[in-house]
């Protein structure tokens, strides 16, 4: 059920930021006659792409928290919340950036997420499972690599790249809507069913595809974060984490769908699937970090 609303209320204030928005801009209809006003259409394609990405962007911390019920940590009550604090304000000050909040999540699997609209606004979290077989040095690599992400700035760079992708889904579709509306239905007087029908199968089709785009830098993102790791926690310290997460791969991912990019690890994927991961395979990482060392 949280999970739901969250993506409604996400919805609702797309709809109202973009509509506010395309009002204050004086943006005519795209829909005009039987054609369309493609100026018109990319702004308004703009707008509501951009607006999703970026609301997403702004309350990914207030979802993160709430989605996987992520404790923060503000007055440590153990030497483990101690020792999470003082590592995690020592490598954010390796790396330049404000401390962000740290806080643990229940869940099982060894995971972690770092998510915030800047570098020094950011939340770090790991879960109850990470904490319990992790080592201290493989704990404070998994917690380098976040970092790595926040001081990257890789929650705004992903979000723009999805901001755009999605302009762009929404705008072809259209263009192709309105094609096969004229072109196989014939309809010359605005537009009918066809479009509407056309459209909706068009986003759906190009937002598969744009999804390979996206992921595509998301995994690339993984190779700079984990060089962060190294060069704020060792290489050795990152290369050890990352070979304990390959023999936990019997254990289900518990991070919901939204935050798997924002996680160390996803899990296996392989074939076509590859394509659609968020994250390169483990052998990679760790074959790509000793090349480097």
């Known amino acids: 059920m949280l999970r739901i609303f969250l993506f409604m209320a996400t919805n609702i204030a797309v709809i109202i930021v973009a509509s506010v928005t395309l009002r204050l801009l004086g943006v005519e209809p795209y829909l005009q006659g039987s054609g369309l006003n493609l100026t018109s259409l990319l702004i308004f394609c703009a707008v509501f792409g951009m607006s999703g990405a970026m609301i997403s962007l702004f309350l990914s911390k207030w979802m993160a928290k709430r989605a996987t019920r992520t404790q923060i940590i503000e007055k440590p009550n153990n030497a483990a919340e101690h020792w999470l604090l003082d590592t995690v304000r020592e490598l954010s000050n390796e790396a330049g950036i404000k401390m962000p909040e740290v806080g643990v999540f229940p869940a099982q699997q060894s995971?972690?997420?770092?998510?915030?609209?800047?570098?020094?606004?950011?939340?770090?979290?790991?879960?109850?499972?990470?904490?319990?077989?992790?080592?201290?040095?493989?704990?404070?690599?998994?917690?380098?690599?976040?970092?790595?992400?926040?001081?990257?700035?890789?929650?705004?760079?992903?979000?723009?790249?999805?901001?755009?992708?999605?302009?762009?889904?929404?705008?072809?579709?259209?263009?192709?809507?309105?094609?096969?509306?004229?072109?196989?239905?014939?309809?010359?007087?605005?537009?009918g069913i066809g479009f509407f029908i056309t459209t909706i199968f068009a986003e759906i089709v190009l937002g598969i595809l744009a999804q390979i785009i996206v992921m595509w830098f998301s995994r690339k993102r993984e190779f700079r974060a984990d060089a962060m790791g190294a060069k704020l926690a060792g290489t050795g310290a990152m290369i050890a984490a990352l070979e304990k997460l390959k023999l936990e791969t019997e254990v289900p991912n518990q991070m919901p769908d939204t935050l798997t990019a924002l996680g160390i690890t996803e899990g296996m994927k392989g074939g076509l699937k590859a394509l659609f991961s968020s994250h390169p395979p483990l052998d990679q990482r760790i074959a790509t970090l000793r090349q480097a060392a």
């Open 111 to 191: 995971n972690a997420f770092a998510t915030g609209w800047n570098k020094n606004d950011a939340l770090v979290a790991v879960s109850a499972g990470l904490l319990n077989r992790f080592s201290r040095d493989e704990i404070r690599a998994v917690l380098a690599h976040e970092i790595g992400h926040v001081a990257n700035g890789d929650m705004v760079t992903l979000a723009l790249i999805q901001g755009v992708i999605n302009t762009f889904v929404m705008f072809f579709a259209r263009i192709i809507g309105n094609f096969v509306d004229k072109a196989v239905f014939k309809n010359e007087n605005g537009h």
